[in-house]
């Protein structure tokens, strides 16, 4: 455990414990008023099994170290795992049904809460053991989540006391825009008006896939001479491979338009941000280069080019996880999208969280609104349906 | 411990079970017992075998619901009976949840009532078997609390519980371990309680509450009817156990001195039925240690002592002799003290009392003129008479003096015990006769009530005051404890006669040969054992249910942590005692107000179930024609969801069936750990069935054929998961 790490532990109010001190209370009271020598008995065993249960409790979590471990980058609507390493270091006495949980830290918890709850389960830790627990969330909202402390509790061994220890311990999960479905023929229209019919085309060119042979020419690198070829055909042989050529797809936001009553960010906004993210994904897995150019936040971000192709557009997405509405000024005033320099060769796509507004990216941009995408999934589904219904 | 739910389930259900029996055991209502003892096992079935299903939830609240009628109109009756009401209506409800879908919340609010269930018990009886009975129940009810807590804060956290891993040797053997320090610090606790704090302060400052309320059937009755045809119970459970003193304090019992203790007395008679005059007499309430007088007048003759314990109490009566001056109790109580009964309050814990009392050869002066009508017959009149006359003694009591109405009485039991047979077979008496005529002049067979009534009925026609007497005859003597052990069959009736100066005399007409036959113990291997076994029912009435303030300052000294001098401050002081009566109204209050929020809310929560029930029945019946009425698909895809079922049934009999009120989805889940094939295909099962049952769509051949490979995949799956376990291991995938 971090030295540094504070640890705060507690009894907490709890109602089954307070009913059970109140019964036992009555127990006692019909004892004594009955001098019934069972009730006596069945008193000094109520009042026992409390007392038990609150040094098993106590005793456990006094010998209880609770590390988090590095949360992954997370998504909305996809499942993600945070591990806890839960270590006992009581010498002789194990620990039962803990729970491990996050507390405190804006966005981990309460009704505004990003992650949701964030619980798991160890039911047993012998002495000087390490468990680890895993706490299954389904993130409900993007955005940068602090974490705070992790409390691990338990009510072991009758539910009637409630004790926790408390470990501070401070960190930032990013939960990135979910990926839904996104209308991919918008992207077809928008390659179309950059001359384009594929995001990713070939040609001859340097890569290492091979396309053919053919003589020597002038000019060639030697290095490029097909030497066993050239063996075969008494002349030298140059070797020819493929080159891929990647489209460049610009993805821009538009949060304009709306009555002046709109003025804060709502779910229209996650919808086109989501929307957004999900065309960004879909342009990558087909090879594209993308930018993401949002003006209301004067923000232009690449995907990452060189680099694994996987987590190419790792930095569009963490932006987009990361784009604060609240904190920009005058979020519905149209601004336009910049894209004089790349206009005929970049496919551009204008994601709207209202209206179109085709002003903020004339010419051959291709428009699209949250609402309406969502509508066409919504389409999608119910035709599916109607299909199997007619079957 | 990741337990499988289904064996905390089972665990659950046994400490149901258990809880039950120790109640029903503590109340000895048999029929009752054997009620819920057939509706707990019948649940079992429905519970766990693979075609059971909860019953409606309708059927379930109709029982809550007549269960809390009868709870409430019972103590509303008598709020003696609130412990057995509250107790019974704990049962009901258990059942009912038997019967119910279970999720962890069921779970322990099943256990939660079986503690209150045991709590019942204790309230309900002090009994050996019942303390016995605990000994098992407790470490039951304790393991199962364990493992019903670590399945329920992983179900309660991930929302399922890892159903199919079995837990590590490790873990077993720690929980056994913290187990066995919870019972030994709880038992420590509870035996610190129980030695520690003083006894008799604060008795009674809130009436009978907490006090054990019923008590096993005894074979004494204060009222005797005779001409029903039957059979005396000749049940040998010990009742009292009697020491007889002499005025120096010595013990004079012994085997050859036949002790009758007096009962109820028995003056009117009508119809066959003697009962007792309508005068409950004057009420005391006695601390512990405390002494009432009896009688007015100043004791003559030799005085001699009863130290009674009672073993299982018969009744309301205390049991003493004749001629009682004074009575000691061991606990506080309210005495019924009449002019020839005392009673005390059937709630009241009194375990022993005292009782010294006169030679009964000497005079008592009656209070009121004793009984001497109501039966009123030539033919007994008649025979008296002659009986008295072949006597040589004058029929005419005015001639009589004392002696002669002795050796008239004398007379007249020696008629009885010369002609007449003892049986304990009863004889219905013919319609309109008389029941003793019957046994004097039919039959001329019965048992002691008919003897008695006989002489009481010849003594009452020659003119001597005559009355009878039931309690108990005391003749077998424990030269160990030097005690007289008084078992239910030495429940006994006999005669009480008023001699004319005005001395009472117990008579025994009943034949001596048959009743030494009748009362003298029984031996052999079975018997010796019985011995055995109260020896130790004694141990546990004098250790335990008797345990008082004298053997507790004997072990631990007077108040070595001031409880005492606390509890009479917080019962004197601390609760603004009213004017009259000194009890704190306060703490009556909050106990009344308990048991009232109890009632209302048990109430309130049968009334919430009951329109969930009825509304839901609407709301099913509605849905029901409304699909119908403009879905005629219904019947079709009922029909296609039938791969759907069948995986039910494969999962049932490979063991890993889907627990009622779960998903299939969530159930799949729960079984990646058993199989990840087995998972997908169900799985995908799931995703068919919910489109066709959900979605209500028309399977596709697609689909269709998609679930019954799937279907098929999970059987292959369930046989190969079969074969691993006979095995020995399970293969994860």
New interface residues.
């Given amino acids: 455990m971090n030295a540094r790490m504070k640890v705060r532990r507690k009894y907490h109010v709890h109602a089954p414990g307070l009913a059970a001190i109140f019964?036992a209370i009555?127990?006692g009271?019909?004892?004594?008023?009955?001098?019934?020598?069972?009730?006596?008995?069945?008193?000094?065993?109520a009042?026992?099994?409390i007392?038990?249960a609150g040094?098993?409790s106590g005793s456990t979590l006094m010998h209880i170290e609770a590390v988090r471990s590095e949360p992954p980058v997370g998504r909305v609507g996809e499942p993600m795992q945070i591990v806890y390493r839960v270590r006992s270091t009581s010498r002789w006495i194990?620990a039962?049904?803990?729970?491990a949980e996050e507390v405190g830290g804006r966005g981990a918890k309460g009704r505004r809460s990003r992650l949701g709850r964030v619980?798991?389960?160890i039911?047993?830790i012998?002495a000087r053991e390490t468990r680890s627990a895993h706490a299954?969330v389904v993130p409900v909202r993007r955005g940068e989540v602090k974490l705070q402390a992790v409390r691990v509790s338990t009510?072991?061994?009758?539910?009637v006391l409630k004790k926790s220890a408390t470990f501070t311990q401070r960190t930032t999960v990013l939960v990135r825009p979910a990926l839904g479905p996104a209308p991919t023929a918008v992207l077809d229209q928008a390659l179309a008006g950059a001359g384009r019919t594929e995001t990713v085309s070939r040609r001859i060119g340097r890569d290492d896939e091979f396309y053919g042979l053919r003589e020597y020419a002038p000019g060639d690198s030697v290095r490029r001479i097909a030497w066993r070829a050239s063996a075969r055909s008494e002349s030298l042989m140059i070797r020819e491979s493929y080159a891929t050529m990647n489209a460049d797809v610009v993805v821009a936001i538009s949060f304009s338009g709306g009555s002046h009553d709109e003025s804060r960010a709502d779910d229209r906004d996650e919808q086109a941000i989501s929307l957004a993210a999900s065309l960004v994904e879909i342009a990558r897995r087909r090879g594209a280069r993308v930018r993401l150019v949002i003006p209301a936040a004067k923000l232009v971000v690449d995907s990452h080019v060189g680099g694994d192709e996987a987590a190419s557009c790792e930095p569009i997405h963490d932006a987009l996880a990361r784009l604060d509405l609240d904190a920009i000024e005058n979020l519905r005033r149209p601004r336009p999208v910049d894209d004089r320099n790349e206009r005929t060769s970049r496919a551009v796509i204008v994601v709207h969280a209202r209206e179109v507004d085709p002003s903020v990216a004339p010419g051959i941009a291709a428009h699209i609104t949250a609402a309406r995408a969502s509508k066409n999934a919504a389409k999608r589904d119910s035709a599916r349906?109607g299909k199997?219904?007619a079957? | 411990?990741?337990q499988p739910p289904r064996q905390v389930e089972r665990l659950v259900f046994l400490t149901v079970g258990a809880g039950i029996g120790v109640y029903t055991l503590a109340e000895s209502d048999p029929l009752f017992a054997l009620l819920v003892g057939t509706v707990w096992a019948l649940a079992w079935p429905v519970r766990f075998s693979k075609h059971g299903r909860p019953l409606p939830r309708a059927v379930l609240s109709l029982i809550v619901l007549a269960a809390l009628a009868y709870a409430v109109l019972r103590t509303l009756g008598d709020i003696q009976n609130l412990v057995t009401s509250v107790s019974r209506l704990i049962i009901w409800l258990q059942i009912a949840l038997l019967y119910d879908r279970w999720q962890v919340r069921e779970r322990?609010v099943l256990l939660v009532t079986s503690a209150?269930l045991?709590?019942g018990a204790?309230?309900t009886s002090?009994d050996l078997l019942?303390?016995m009975s605990m000994l098992v129940y407790?470490p039951l009810l304790l393991w199962a609390?364990?493992l019903h807590?670590?399945s329920?804060?992983?179900e309660?956290?991930?929302g399922r519980a890892?159903a199919m891993r079995q837990?590590s040797e490790?873990?077993r053997r720690?929980?056994v371990?913290?187990s066995l320090?919870?019972v030994f610090?709880?038992?420590?606790?509870?035996?610190?309680?129980?030695l520690l704090?003083p006894?008799?302060?604060?008795?009674?400052?809130?009436?009978?509450?907490?006090?054990?309320t019923e008590a096993r059937v005894s074979g004494f009755s204060e009222t005797v009817t005779l001409g029903d045809a039957g059979l005396i119970s000749e049940s040998r459970t010990p009742v009292l156990e009697v020491v007889l003193r002499d005025a120096s304090g010595r013990n004079i019992g012994s085997a050859n001195r036949p002790l009758l203790l007096r009962g109820a007395v028995l003056e009117e008679y009508r119809d066959g039925r003697w009962s007792r005059r309508d005068d409950r007499g004057d009420r005391y309430r006695l601390g512990?240690g405390q002494t009432a007088n009896l009688t007015t007048s100043t004791p003559r003759g030799s005085m001699r002592t009863l130290d009674v314990t009672i073993r299982s109490r018969p009744g309301d009566h205390l049991f003493t002799a004749l001629s009682p001056v004074t009575i000691t109790v061991d606990?506080?109580a309210e005495l019924l003290v009449g002019p020839e009964n005392l009673e005390v309050r059937a709630?009241s814990?009194v375990q022993r009392y005292t009782v010294r009392f006169q030679d009964s050869q000497v005079a008592r002066p009656d209070t009121r003129d004793p009984a001497s009508g109501g039966i009123a017959s030539e033919r007994i009149a008649e025979l008296a008479a002659r009986l008295v006359a072949e006597a040589g003694l004058d029929t005419d009591p005015a001639e009589r003096d004392a002696d002669a109405d002795e050796a008239a009485l004398r007379s007249l039991v020696d008629y009885l015990h010369r002609n007449y047979f003892y049986t304990t077979v009863m004889t219905a008496a013919d319609s309109g006769e008389d029941p003793i005529e019957m046994f004097l002049f039919r039959t001329r067979e019965g048992h002691c009530e008919y003897f008695a009534s006989g002489l009481a009925a010849m003594s009452r026609s020659i003119g001597v005051a005559a009355r009878v007497v039931t309690g108990y005859l005391a003749v077998e003597f424990d030269d160990a404890l030097g005690a007289y052990i008084v078992r239910e069959s030495n429940a006994h009736a006999w005669v009480e006669a008023r001699l004319s100066d005005g001395r009472w005399v117990s008579l025994d007409p009943s034949p001596p040969d048959d009743l030494a036959t009748i009362h003298t113990p029984p031996t052999g291997i079975t018997w010796a054992m019985r011995g055995a076994w109260e020896r130790v029912t004694r141990w546990w009435v004098e250790r335990?249910?008797?345990?008082n303030e004298d053997r507790r300052r004997a072990m631990v000294g007077r108040d070595p942590l001031r409880i005492e001098q606390a509890?009479q401050e917080a019962?004197s002081n601390s609760f603004m005692p009213t004017e009259a009566g000194g009890r704190p109204i306060v703490?009556i209050a909050l106990?009344r107000g308990?048991m009232v929020f109890a009632i209302v809310a048990a109430a309130g929560f049968a009334g919430v179930q009951f329109a969930i029930m009825f509304s839901g029945m609407i709301a099913a019946r509605r849905r029901r024609i409304r699909e119908a009425g403009t879905d005629p698909e219904a019947p079709i895809r009922a029909q296609q969801q039938g791969f759907y079922h069948a995986t039910l049934r494969a999962l049932r009999k490979a063991g890993l069936g889907k627990p009622p009120g779960r998903g299939m989805k969530d159930h799949a889940r729960d079984l990646e750990g058993v199989d990840l094939s087995l998972a997908e295909s169900l799985d995908e099962i799931a995703d068919v069935y919910y489109?066709s049952r959900f979605?209500?769509?028309?399977?596709?051949?697609e689909?269709h054929a998609r679930g019954a490979a799937s279907l098929e995949r999970v059987r292959t799956r369930l046989d190969e998961v079969r074969r691993s376990r006979r095995s020995g291991a399970v293969r994860v995938r």
């Fill in positions: 019964v009555l127990m009271v019909g004892a004594v008023n009955s001098q019934n020598n069972l009730l006596f008995i069945a008193f000094g065993l009042l026992g099994l007392l038990v040094f098993v194990p039962f049904g803990l729970v619980r798991a389960a039911t047993h012998p299954h009510t072991f061994p009758f539910g349906i199997g219904r079957a | 411990m990741n322990g209150f045991a709590v204790v309230l002090n019942l303390g407790l609390s364990l807590q670590l329920g804060i992983e309660r956290v991930t890892s837990p490790r873990r720690d929980l371990r913290l320090a919870v610090g709880a038992s420590a606790a509870a035996t610190g309680v129980f704090i006894r008799g302060v604060g008795e009674g400052f809130l009436g009978d509450w907490g006090a054990p512990p606990r506080g709630s814990g335990v249910v008797a345990f509890l019962v703490l106990v308990v489109a979605g209500r769509m028309m399977l596709t051949d689909q």
